[in-house]
């Protein structure tokens, strides 16, 4: 429990003794950016917008004249024939026919088919944004206890040159007392004991820091190396903020979205359409079948079409469409009301390790006066070391206990951030 509690030490001695000024600093939010933008899958969102780019420029060529060319070669069993003679004329249709046709239409209203099929393709694409802004929120959690596992590794190794160095003071009143009599021996063989654990603890505190250190900058693809690392305000503004800023919001308002431009794609379905239809030709016969030539054409008109049986499913679609829309804001209700309770949970956990940090702050000064004493009164061979040690060891447990509290809220304050939203990189 102790190697535990010594892997979680006093954050707050940083603020107090790390120089400012003299490395480069970076914060958690800044590291939550740089991984942000390093991710891979955050490719995927240019790439989303491009396909949808494409798509919809498709979807407007439908506007464009349309030009086709057709041909047929037949032979026909019979032919019209007159059933009488008229003098003076003959005819004689061709049992071969033959034409070249082509035509040019243009569509004057598609009943607003195409409008509605952008709205779904622009739809579409943005719930696949938010999808991938869902995932890459999660980025913000594994790098929020990376960094904090740093800031740990630093107080510990700030408290450990301090705790080292009050054993060497100890240790030189410890000799000065073994040579003036009143000391045994094993108090300074005691003393150099815990001098050399705090030693070996040292080495093995800068080799598990410079892991975390190299995971963070495997996250956010910038070398870290020499920079100090600031820890995060414990009263920020957005503190007291009740505003759900989640993306999932984004993602579940996207996709009802795209469920409102599906039910106005089907009203499209159902409208009739107009277009502009110009033919030209060669063929024989041609438009004249009493002569048995090839003769030259044209035809110009207008043409509507109505496909009337998207009417005998439309009421299904939509009923079905309804249906998914209110799961969806269901969805985001229950989300909502989850989302507002863990706040709650949250919120009590930072007041909570706030009000243990009072406590705490009246404990160590205690507890620091008592350790003064024991060091006079083990001077004056009042106490023993073993006495005084153990009055070290209390004023260094409070201190980690103050520690584990000081963690304890940046946690749940980055825990609520995160819930409530504010955790988003600013673009």
């Known amino acids: 429990m102790k190697k535990v509690l010594t892997h979680i030490f006093v954050l707050s001695q940083l603020v107090l003794v790390c120089p400012v000024g003299l490395l480069a600093q970076v914060t958690i939010d800044r590291c939550m950016e740089m991984a942000r933008e390093n991710y891979p899958q955050i490719r995927q969102l240019n790439l989303i917008e491009e396909a949808s780019h494409y798509e ?7 506007w464009l004249p349309h030009l086709s060319v057709s041909g047929k070669a037949a032979y026909q069993s019979d032919v019209v024939e007159m059933p009488f003679d008229i003098p003076g004329f003959t005819f004689d249709l061709p049992h071969d026919q033959y034409s070249l046709v082509g035509e040019i239409s243009q569509t004057i209203w598609d009943g607003g088919v195409s409008g509605r099929q952008k709205e779904v ?3 579409g694409a943005q719930v696949q944004k938010e999808e991938v802004e869902v995932s ?3 980025v913000n959690e594994r790098v929020q206890k990376i960094f904090l596992g740093i800031l740990l590794y630093d107080g510990q190794l700030q408290q450990n040159s301090i705790l080292e160095k009050s054993l060497e003071r100890n240790a030189r009143h410890a000799q000065a007392c073994i040579e003036n009599g009143t000391a045994y021996r094993s108090d300074l063989e005691m003393i150099q004991v815990n001098i050399l654990n705090c030693e070996q603890q040292r080495e093995e505190l800068v080799r598990d820091r410079q892991t975390y250190v190299e995971m963070l900058e495997k996250l956010t693809g910038t070398s870290l190396e020499g920079q100090e690392f600031v820890i995060p305000d414990e009263s920020p503004e957005w503190l007291f903020q009740e505003e759900i800023l989640r993306p999932e919001i984004g993602l579940y308002n996207a996709r009802i ?15 009739p359409k107009f277009s502009l239809s110009l033919q030209g030709g060669i063929g024989r016969p041609g438009l004249n079948i009493l002569e048995n030539s090839f003769q030259p054409y044209w035809t110009a008109g207008v043409k509507m079409s ?5 009417l005998y499913t439309r009421k299904d679609e939509k009923r079905k469409l309804d249906a998914q829309m209110r799961k969806i804001e269901s969805d985001k209700e229950t989300f909502m009301f989850n989302t507002g309770l863990d706040a709650v949970q949250m919120r009590n956990s930072i007041d909570k390790a706030k009000s243990l940090l009072d406590r705490d702050r009246e404990i160590i000064a205690l507890r620091e006066s008592i350790r003064a004493s024991g060091e006079e ?5 009042v106490i023993t070391m073993t006495d005084l040690m153990s009055r070290i060891d209390d004023e260094y447990d409070a ?4 520690s584990i509290h ?3 809220l940046l946690m749940a304050i980055y825990d609520l951030k995160n819930c409530l939203g504010y955790g988003i990189p600013a673009e």
Request: net charge positive.
């Open 306 to 310: 109505w496909d009337i049986g998207a």
């Open 399 to 402: 201190k980690v206990a103050e």
């Open 136 to 138: 890459l929120y999660s």
């Open 257 to 271: 979205q795209q469920q409102e431009a599906m039910v106005r794609q089907l009203d499209s379905k159902i409208s």
């Open 406 to 408: 000081r963690i304890q």
């Open 56 to 62: 919809v420029a498709s979807i407007s060529k439908s």
């Open 377 to 381: 009164q083990y001077r004056n061979g």
């Open 121 to 123: 393709t622009v739809s």
